[in-house]
C-alpha cells in the first residue's frame, strides 16, 4: 500500500516539480512520513520511511534533501491551486494569526484561498513581533502574489477591520484593471 501512495504521489507531483527522480522521491516520503508521523521532526520522520537502511542513513537523506534542494519560498502556491482545481478565479482571504511553538509565539500574516470548506494557506509572512500588521507587509504579501498568479485571478478579497489605510486601499486598487469591488472588511 506505501509503494503505491508513493508512485500514486509522485506521479501527481512530477509535472509541477523540477527535481531529479531520487529527490522527488525523498519529498513524497517526506510528505507521507509527515502525515503519518504527525511532525517535522525529521529523526522521527526517518522512522517512518520504508526502507531497509539504517535510520541514521535516512536521517542523512533527509538532511541532505534540505541542504541541496531550493523550491523557493512561494513555489507551492501554484501546486496547491492546480490540486484543488480551483477556477480562473477564487476568493482570497487576508488575515493575521499568532502560533504557539513550544513557549514562543510566533505571528504570521497569511493569504489563503477559499473554497466551499477549507481555507487553504497560499503564501505567508511571519511578522516578527506581536500585534497587526503594517501597510508595508500587507503590500510585500500581496506583490509576492501578484508575482506568482495575476490580479485577474481575485474574484474577492476578505479581510477584517484592521486591514485598513489609505495607502493600503490605493495599492490594493492601483493593482486592477479596474477598481476591485469585492473587498469586504468587517
Not at 520511511?49 to 519560498?73: A, I, M
Request: charged share 20%; hydrophobic share 45%; with cysteine.
Amino acid at each position: 500500500m506505501i509503494t503505491k501512495a508513493l508512485t500514486t504521489l509522485k506521479k501527481r507531483l512530477s509535472p509541477h516539480l523540477e527535481l531529479s527522480n531520487s529527490r522527488l522521491e525523498t519529498m513524497c516520503l517526506l510528505i507521507m512520513g509527515m502525515v503519518n508521523a504527525r511532525t517535522v521532526n525529521l529523526s522521527h520522520l526517518a522512522c517512518e520511511f520504508p526502507t531497509d537502511s539504517k535510520v541514521e542513513s535516512t536521517y542523512r537523506r533527509l538532511q541532505r534533501f534540505f541542504q541541496h534542494v531550493d523550491l523557493g519560498s512561494d513555489w507551492a502556491a501554484p501546486l496547491l491551486v492546480k490540486m484543488i482545481g480551483s477556477g480562473p478565479t477564487w476568493h482570497l482571504c487576508l488575515d493575521r494569526t499568532n502560533w504557539k511553538i513550544g513557549q514562543r509565539h510566533v505571528n504570521f500574516l497569511v493569504l489563503a484561498i477559499v473554497t466551499r470548506r477549507h481555507r487553504i494557506p497560499l503564501m505567508w509572512s511571519v511578522l516578527g513581533r506581536a500585534g497587526n500588521s503594517d501597510t508595508a507587509q500587507r503590500i510585500a504579501l500581496m506583490k509576492r502574489y501578484l508575482s506568482v498568479f495575476e490580479v485577474s485571478t481575485i474574484k474577492f478579497l476578505l479581510a477584517d477591520r484592521e486591514f485598513i489605510g489609505a495607502q493600503w486601499l490605493d495599492f490594493r486598487n492601483s493593482q486592477a484593471p479596474q477598481p476591485i469591488t469585492g473587498f469586504c472588511q468587517f
